[in-house]
């Protein structure tokens, strides 16, 4: 619920997407609240990103975005239950674009680099969690 610049960061590199602010190492209670039609801005500098679409507390968040109307792109996160103390979470992209020279550079760099940086985000956000969970039992 937190995730997005100018909130809690996007947990992936910091310097990349985030102006250089660290992601928040801990639940930030003030930010564990969106609604659909919020913005989670692309950048610090940015005054457009993504849109929240859907909502369903401790249990889904998914996002979409009109990258300058070159692509429109969804990105969903979804916390799946693996048993009383374990779960799983599942983060999708989907993109679609109407022109071939969108899709081509999408191909060449835009998967890449989404690859490396949802890489980055999905591992510091196992980090952060497993490290809380054990301050939590120690």
Known sequence: MQLGCRR???????????GGVRSAPRIVPDLQH???????????????????REVERERALVLAGDA???YQVT?????????EVHTRLLARARGA???????????L????????MQRRQL??????????AAARRG
Do not use: M, Q
């Open 8 to 18: 809690a960061g996007w947990y992936s590199y910091d310097g990349l997407d985030n």
């Open 34 to 52: 969106l609604e659909p039609g919020d913005l989670c801005p692309w950048t610090p500098g940015t005054h457009d990103g993504f849109v929240v």
């Open 68 to 70: 300058g109307g070159l």
């Open 75 to 83: 990105w969903s996160f979804a916390l799946e239950p693996i048993d």
């Open 97 to 107: 674009y109407d022109s071939r020279a969108v899709g081509l550079g999408l191909h």
């Open 109 to 116: 760099l835009g998967h890449p680099l989404h690859f490396a």
């Open 123 to 132: 591992l510091t956000l196992k980090r952060r969690i497993e490290g809380f």
